[in-house]
């Protein structure tokens, strides 16, 4: 009779296409879940390691998605496993190594993968938070408008006012270019008639010049006889 073997326990890191494990998550799960199963493996934890660049390019992929899984199984059942891996196409490669001495708590030990979701959902939380201290930051630093003082009317003259002003303003110095204008002609008015006047003073002397100088006598004859 065939004696049942001990299971042990076996950490395999699984490497998948990460197109294909960002397309079809599940699916890629499903794969490797499904290989363990036909090996009467029993699953212990799995899930996703991290994802990185290849140092070259496997079965043309250049970047992989690495999932760790602790499992246990019949030790005669990994090259089992390690050939079902080959022949399906949404594995890459796998490696399978023996964690006999492996805890519970090594094995609940948090993933690079899990450390940038945490990053991840930190930052997204922190978002709002920092939005929102940076709104009442914004509402503390925002000046509080001083209360206008109403002007009175000699103070400050009002918005109607101002045009009636420099109105009146532009009014006056327009009366008082007329009356500038005014005087200047009255002035050159005066100026005229008083050279009229001159003129005429001056013809009236001339005549009365000639009026009072003598008139020559005619000049005698005188006769032999």
């Not at 399978?96 to 492996?102: A, D, V």
């Not at 008083?194 to 003129?199: D, G």
């Not at 003073?201 to 006769?223: C, F, L, M, N, R």
Request: with cysteine; net charge negative.
């Amino acid at each position: 009779m065939e004696t049942m073997a001990e299971k042990k326990l076996y950490e395999g890191m699984f490497l998948v296409d990460s197109a294909k494990a960002a397309s079809d998550w599940d699916g890629v799960n499903a794969a490797i879940k499904k290989i363990l199963d036909r090996a009467e493996a029993e699953i212990v934890s799995i899930g996703k390691w991290d994802d990185r660049r290849l140092a070259y390019d496997i079965k043309r992929t250049s970047r992989g998605t690495y999932l760790l899984c602790y499992f246990k199984a019949d030790g005669r059942q990994i090259q089992s496993i390690e050939k079902a891996v080959q022949l399906t196409e949404n594995i890459i490669r796998v490696l399978i190594l023996s964690t006999e001495q492996m805890t519970q708590e090594d094995i609940e030990k948090e993933t690079p993968a899990g450390k940038a979701e945490k990053e991840k959902e930190k930052a997204v939380a922190e978002q709002p938070q920092e939005a929102e201290v940076s709104q009442q930051s914004n509402q503390q630093e925002a000046p509080v408008p001083e209360a206008e003082e109403t002007p009175t009317t000699e103070e400050t003259p009002t918005t109607e006012e101002a045009p009636a002003e420099e109105a009146q303003i532009t009014e006056d110095a327009k009366a008082a270019e007329d009356v500038e204008q005014a005087q200047e002609a009255e002035q050159a008015e005066d100026t005229e008639k008083l050279e009229e006047t001159e003129k005429t003073e001056e013809a009236g002397q001339v005549e009365e010049v000639k009026a009072e100088e003598p008139q020559e006598s005619d000049p005698k004859v005188v006769s032999d006889e």
